[in-house]
């Protein structure tokens, strides 16, 4: 019996070294690319996309975009899913960064003001990074190195929108109307912004067209039982712009479900059914995301940043375009 | 009125004890009027509610609420919250608690749109649509048969249609069903299909809960499961259809609310609980399980949709309307307690008198 | 009443050994048709198990069942329920959100003629009036069919659950009924309601064992009383021939057994 025990101990303690050895080994040969000050190794080809989480169809649709783009161009991409978790969102992030694997790294944050850590490391490691959303909220005044930022310029997104609904009412309505105005849920990102704008350039646009009922709009059943009731409460809406797809496509199904016309349906958003609808004459205008020349133009640009680390980054704006039926 | 006494009531011996016939029992005895009045208020108080509700819009949403337009605008919105709750509430007068109607909601409808939109006929998505309801909820019930926590289990349910729901629908929604109009804004003699649909449903089901010895069963087992397994009945059988029903009404809800907007989409709302339970819950049924009235619960969902119609058409934020539904639950709780308590007092004067047994 | 020869029930010999520990040692038992037995003893006696050795919720160690002089091996309550037994539980096991009617019909519930009845229909009606006929065969003037039974008192309650199992009872042979304290939770006034009904099923025929503490209700309900004392029958005596002294003694043992110890 206690020969046999030995002979166990014995084993144990041997595997236990060979792990030690096979550890320490590890760690010494583990490099992270830095080498303490001096210059920087060469950053692998690898793109880390971390967007708020991949729950949504147009982010997971996002981050297949970038997989395929950025894999026409020779670079392997790592998605993440924080899960609309900012503490995991970071953690995520550092682990990446520390690790060496990536050489250049999206993020889509869930809290902005949480990410000032992960942005430093990403700079001390020289390693670009792209962030959506203004500077200042990120807490920074302008444009930094390694760090591009890029957002949705939602004043001017809301003062098309508003002109575009100033047009049609000028054109088809005689210039006078009652509108419906669908906004996005409190706390959501730029409703403050597109709000005002939106409402400012209506005013300007068609001073005699007056906004009688705000809902608010999040999903598209909802907004189109809540555009309903609001068409029934104002029989003479003739004009509906809301800051987002589900408002717009739910307004042109409580229209329907009503047997009215809507002549003049304007929409932020543009997603395939809303720009179907557009060339179909349903929809007057939509004040499209281009997120394809967004993602080609943030790709491009964090390629761009990894062979010049140390110059300050770009201000990008994800680019919008007015789409109506002519074009 | 209440208690009664002499010929009808109280303990009457007869003359002599052994070998008597059957004694003749004077004449059946009815509950008292008052008591019968209260459990009728009981039972009907939200009807009462709700016509106080539509009078009231009346009044101070003048015009535009009283039309029939408007009714059938209310009808709509309450067809869909109320096939959820439909479910819901089956589940709840089972002894369950389905948690898992939003993924089973999404996963149908995704199902459905990818079938349609690969051109197969809308029957078989339909078809295919609901027999995922009824799947899902087989396995709800036979997993949580085996002993688990059936509110952990629904969860976890969601959480797997859900994800099956988004990889269908590959990463997007599924737009373009107008094949599926016929069943959402479509009408028919002047009432949308959802209407109809969930008028079926309820039919369906209050007779099945009340008039078939299955139905019957099945609330029995949701109120003293282990009482109706003495009477030599496997009430774990009907355990696994109230997962069933409750399921299936989801994916039915699913479906039409696709219909509605002619998209299928997989991201499952949860708050379609929150609105179910809302419904059921000032439908008073009971989260006991064992009773509850399905038509109680159309007329909850009726009563949520007619608050939001009123609100919007005045122009205030729909959101109000959560609270005041708050309240109202609150202050219909406090009624059917103050009813119960009144129920009891009645019935206790009549209590002591009313069981009599022969001789000795 | 003259009694048949052939009893309802009889249990000879039967033993229930957990591990080292005697529960019942060598319990001989029997119950006639019409008869109410009465089965008492301390906490501990074996009176439980040995009406769930009845009732086939326990397998005996040893020892052999009879039923109308049919020998049985129970394994499982559903097997006793078919072979006539019913039991009533101290919990009733009544659904309160129900009516009475249904409560008597779960199980036995009558369905309407033609295709309503292949859906599955139900006859309330005739189910009401065959409930409301099992009451008063029964002598017991309950309140209407309809009325929830969560409404009822408690002593209405348990007439209810007693009439549910006299019902399910009466076949072509009459069956026995085992009552496990079923006045525990009663007051005086329900107790005597109780009292009633258990002497009037047995003058219908039916076998009942009466598990209680309560020495009152034996005397008055009982026409025999077995005594159990640690697993061993002390005593089994006509009522008429014993009074509350006697009874008091074989349960506590400062009275000797009725029977010599049998040599093992």
Known sequence: MSTRRRRQTRATVGIAMVAAAGLLLAACTTSDGDTGGAKPAVLPKTLVFSPLSLAPPALKGLSEGVKAYAGSKGWEVIVQDPNFDAAKQTQQLNEVLDSGRAGAAWVIAVAPQAMGDTLKAAQAKGIPILVNGRPDEYGYSGPQPGITFDYIDYTAAGTALGEQMGKCINAKLGGNAAVLYGTGAAGSAGKNEIDAAAKAALLKTAPNAKIVSTIIVTDRAQSQTDIGNALQGNPNIAGVMATNDEGTLGALGAYDAAGKALPCAIDFGGNDEVLGDVKSGKIYASVALQFQADMTQSFDTLVKMQSNPKANGDVLVVPAKVVTAAG | MTLPTGTSGTVVPSSDGAAEPHPAPAAHERDSASVRWLIFVRDRGIFVLWILLLLLFSVWAAPYFAQVKNAILIANAASLTAIFAAGVAVGIICGVLDLSIPGVAALASCVCGLLLHHHQPVWMGLLLGLLIGVVVGLVNGLISLRGFNPIIVTIGTLSITSAVAAIIAGGYTIPGLTQLKFMGTRRYDGVPAPVWIAAALFVILTVFLTQTREGIRLMAVGGNAEAVRRSGIHSNRYKVVGFVISSFCAALAGLVTTALVTEASPAASPGVIFTALTAVALAGVSLGGGRGSLPRVAVGALVLATISNGLTIKGIDPYWGTGVTGVLLLGSLSLERWISMTVSNRLIATAQASVHTGTR | ?264
Not at chain 3, 120 to 138: I, M
């Open chain 3, 1 to 264: 009443m003259a009694h048949p020869a052939v009893p309802a029930l009889e249990l000879h010999g039967v033993d229930m050994h957990y591990g080292y520990v005697r529960a019942l040692d060598a319990v001989d038992f029997h119950v006639q048709p019409g008869e109410v037995v009465a089965l008492v003893g301390d906490n501990g006696a074996g009176k439980s198990t040995l009406l769930k050795i009845m009732s086939g919720a326990l397998r005996p160690t040893a020892g052999t069942i009879r039923v109308h002089g049919q020998e049985v091996h129970f394994h499982s309550p559903t097997d006793s329920t078919r072979a006539g037994i019913q039991m009533v539980y101290q919990d009733l096991a009544l659904v309160d959100a129900q009516d009475i009617a249904t409560n008597l019909a779960i199980g036995r519930e009558i369905l309407r003629k033609g295709p309503l009845g292949w859906l599955g229909f139900v006859d309330k009606k005739a189910q009401r009036k065959r409930s409301q006929g099992e009451l008063d065969r029964l002598g017991v003037r309950s309140p209407a069919m309809t009325r929830p039974v969560e409404m009822l008192s408690g002593g209405q309650r348990q007439v209810v659950a007693l009439a549910r199992s006299a019902s399910r009872v009466t076949g072509e042979t009459n069956g026995v009924l085992l009552l496990d304290e079923p006045t525990a939770a009663l007051g005086y006034e329900q107790t005597k309601q109780v009292e009633a009904l258990i002497a009037r099923m047995a003058r219908q025929g039916i076998a009942s064992v009466l598990v209680t503490h309560n020495l009152p209700l034996v005397i008055e309900v009982a026409s025999r009383i077995v005594v159990l004392n640690r697993g061993r029958k002390v005593a089994d005596v006509a009522t008429a021939q014993t009074d509350n002294d006697q009874l008091v003694g074989w349960i506590t043992g400062a009275r000797p057994s009725m029977f010599p110890t049998s040599p093992i």
